[in-house]
């Protein structure tokens, strides 16, 4: 079991796209309330005053759509500045990143993933549940914008869903030859979303990279991220092709994080609450941190034995909440 220090940090629970994979239509969403979400304040307390202490030096901010949250530029700053963190990431949607961007960088961020699900417009919007204007455009200006300030790496999020997206796995892949980016494809995961897809399940990593292998060739990349993706090249490429396999190669066993909810709930896994503490709670109650660094020490200890290697691989439809919700 991999030491964990890597903490996922949900801004908000709401998201200006409603991808039909994290939050299926006809779904009633509860929306938070503002005084219901940890404060920037509240925030900063857990991560130094618990979390560092504890060993945690990795923060990825998510939501729903973390560039809703106002002032996480701010944020940003203020636990880049810190000296006990090693790493700082976001998660995107990139609709909200072009004018963002800049500012983000200048506030000490330097990795950054985007979602981008497809290169063809219309399949985009219909991933996205978009019955209105285009906005492709506008995610592919954010990935631009995020190129030319700088960030690297620059990875983009691609969940493969067989019928709708999969045709285009070379494609996307193809995005890593020129430029040094780093393409991340996610098997297809049914939280919360029942049949969405059918009976189309989902198409195993090993799948996908038997396609790029027969196109281009495939080599193991040197280039090795913090997360559970398992990295490749195309030779000659400048950038790098990542595999998370979650449904096909279950990785509980090198899972290196915690997941810290918008409300202030910690989890110890994406599919398994077992022993979730409510730290808002625990730190309005006037709770001592150090009682609460306690209480966290104990998760960390039964972590190991917290995994959804049980479930069957093959099942849709298994669980209630949806990705929103869950944190991503």
Known sequence: MNQVDYLRISLVDRCNFRCRYCMPEGVKFDYLLKEELLTNEELLRLILEVFMPLGFSRFRLTGGEPLLRPGVAELVGAIASLPQTQDLSITTNGFLLAPQAQKLYDAGLRRINISLDSLNSDTFDQIIGNHGRSRWQEIWQGIQAAHSVGF?????????????????????????????????????????????????????????????????????????????????????????????????????????????????????????????????????????????????????????????????????????????????
């Open 152 to 328: 690297d790496p620059l990875k983009l999020n691609v969940v493969v869903i067989p019928g709708v997206n999969d045709h285009e796995i070379l494609d996307l892949a193809a995005l890593t030859i020129d430029k040094h980016w780093h393409v991340r494809f996610i098997e297809f995961m049914p939280i919360g979303n029942g049949d969405l897809f059918g009976d189309r399940g989902w198409i195993s990593s090993q799948d996908l990279r038997q396609r790029i292998r027969q196109r281009w060739g495939l080599t193991e990349s040197q280039i090795c991220g913090a997360g559970p993706a398992d990295v490749f090249q195309i030779p000659g490429a400048k950038g790098t092709v990542g595999f998370i396999s979650q449904m096909s190669e279950c990785f509980c066993d090198r899972c290196n994080r915690m997941r810290l909810s918008a409300d202030g709930w910690l989890r110890p896994c994406l599919l398994n609450e077992t022993g979730q503490i409510d730290l808002k709670i625990a730190l309005r109650a006037g709770i001592s941190t150090k009682k609460i660094q306690e209480q966290v020490r104990q998760l960390l200890t039964i972590k190991p034995e917290i995994n959804f290697k049980e479930r069957d691989p093959g099942t849709t439809g298994l669980y209630t909440r949806t990705m929103s919700q869950i944190g991503g």
